[in-house]
């Protein structure tokens, strides 16, 4: 941030009287413009047995599979964006379930919530964002090809709760 | 915002060329600048079956009680966060536990996040976002006097699942 959003003037980096932290603080106004974490939602959508992944036709990570997820959106609930985010990325109709999983991934200042979600029929239609769409078995899991390591984190996560028929909402930090 | 903070040039609302929504789009450099949702972090302080509340010395909501919460900062985990404001609010020494409640309040685009949390001791410090901080048992809880709804709903939930002991992470979707 160079520039003051409200008025245009120079932004200075600075510790405002009553906080205790580096900000964005315009040298004009005064406005102080903070910057906090952001929250990706996905899901973890099942058919018999069976785990839906999505193949990104974009950045970053474009060409490896991913669980449906993306930003969330002002005005939605957690649950509305993961839902959301499913049936763009995948086409896929789902009942949304409970909280999964929470993944913390401090460096790059982002929180991954996943919903357990189960899948309707096996009717998928992948939207502009997504190459291909596909069922996979536990072992069809494409290990070397994911797109990120909160997905990897998933799938460990949901095989290990089957083989202990364990029933959890995990919490995760994502170290560099 | 009115501004571009890369470049300073008027901004504009448009539906860029991949998006379906209207975002900030700066009419010089084309920078899109997406508003999301924040995090705010928060616990569930436990002492001999009494909750920790704090009373309120800033806006919003001054002079009302809350659980010890606030914004997630950029490099800390959620559970970094909640128990850094637990913290800096009470002064209060707790040993974090799980998740309790996630909380989806999408028109003020936010989501709160409580986790559990065993004081380890009485010793209370306030800092200076809070005038008191008080144990209260279930029956001595101020019901007139909190000061948000993600506060009251973790405490009824708290509640109900002593009632039935029940053990389980909460999500619910608070409307206007």
């Given at each position: 941030?160079?520039?003051?959003?409200?008025?245009?003037?120079?932004?200075?980096?600075?510790?405002?009287?009553?906080?205790?932290?580096?900000?964005?603080?315009?040298?004009?106004?005064?406005?102080?413009?903070?910057?906090n974490p952001k929250l990706v939602l996905g899901t973890l959508p099942i058919w018999n047995n069976k785990i839906l992944l999505c193949k990104r036709a974009i950045a970053p990570r474009s060409g490896y599979w991913t669980l449906p997820a993306g930003f969330m959106e002002l005005g939605e609930s957690t649950t509305d964006g993961a839902h959301r985010e499913t049936l763009e990325e995948s086409g896929a109709d789902v009942e949304m379930g409970p909280v999964f999983a929470i993944f913390d991934i401090p460096h790059v200042a982002?929180?991954?919530?996943?919903?357990?979600?189960?899948?309707?029929?096996?009717?998928?239609?992948?939207?502009?964002?997504?190459?291909?769409?596909?069922?996979f078995g536990i072992g069809e899991i494409p290990w070397d090809d994911l797109a990120f390591r909160s997905v990897r984190a998933a799938l460990e996560l949901f095989i290990e709760d089957q083989r202990l028929?364990?029933?959890m909402v995990h919490r995760q930090t994502i170290l560099i």
């Open positions: 941030m160079n520039y003051c959003p409200d008025c245009a003037a120079p932004i200075e980096q600075r510790i405002p009287d009553d906080d205790n932290r580096l900000r964005a603080v315009c040298s004009h106004c005064g406005a102080v413009h903070y910057e982002q929180v991954h919530i996943f919903f357990r979600a189960q899948m309707r029929s096996e009717t998928l239609d992948p939207g502009p964002e997504t190459t291909d769409a596909r069922l028929d364990r029933h």
